[in-house]
């Protein structure tokens, strides 16, 4: 049934809880660390932020100059941030675009000691690496982060192509793409630009897997389609879902929140002419978002194990 979606119901105590950012950082536009960090910051998240490459505009918009953080000082600075006395308050970190396998190696390291420290921390892995032309990171950073980062995720947000070359598979339903995600074994997996069911939409699927106490949930929210969207979708829509989440929302209820945002957010950019998210003009919408979603289930079967939750080796 298709409905508005507003205001939510007050979730958890960990609604303020702090998130560490890990991406792109763009001087002009709203992808990457602009488009997360501001999405959370809406939503009453204090941020930390860390950027893997440094760029005027987003790619699509023309060449510019790339400046890739050094190796040994990304990694000197996660290590900084790791002994931060909040560290271990964080409630999750968030990453995205990396720029070098050695930053993989880094963030894997940051990832177990806040594991170990926190256990009820998440880590949401948004596998930034490509789109249907291909891949636009380099093979061995996707590899990395298909080896190193995807398994200790809690939850995982590729766009259709990413997971079907992270499951090495290509799939042309919704539920042949519910199935592949047994081979991930993630607890969430929230992959945009699924199938929709409807004309002239776009859809995100959400699948949760089966744990001791529920059975496997496939969740689909479509809605109308935008001509020429602007770039950075993805990074809000996955900061958005891990602030619903961290707020205590269930899937359905994040879900629908997490993509009506996005939509209006969108839309409003897009009908006014602008060619990159307009973040701050249209701030309200991450609070309150009006957006028409449909949300409908694709398969609730059951699956024989359980999602594996990573355990880090050391502090």
Known sequence: MTQAVGKPKAGKSTETSTVLVISSHVMTGAVGNRAAAFALERLGHPVWEVPTVILPWHPGHGPSTRQTIDAALFAKSLEDLANHPDFANLGAILTGYMGSVDQVRAVTKLVDRLKAKNSDALYLCDPVMGEESGLYIAQEIAEAIRDE??????????NRFEFNWLTASKEDSNEALAKQSKKLDRPSTLITSAFPM???????????????????????????????????TGDMIAA????????????????????????????????QGYRDLEVARFADCFLHPMAMVNTRTITANPIVKKAKKYKPNSA
């Open 149 to 158: 980062l995807v398994p200790r995720a809690d939850i995982i947000t590729p």
């Open 198 to 232: 409807m004309r002239n939409s776009i859809a995100n699927l959400l699948i949760h897997a089966a744990t001791q106490d529920s059975k496997e949930q496939a969740l689909l929210c479509e809605h109308r389609s935008i001509p020429n969207p602007p770039s950075g």
């Open 240 to 271: 958005l879902f891990l602030a619903r989440k961290l707020a205590g929302q269930k899937d359905e209820l994040a879900l629908k929140l997490a993509s009506s945002a996005t939509l209006d957010v969108v839309s409003s950019s897009a009908s």
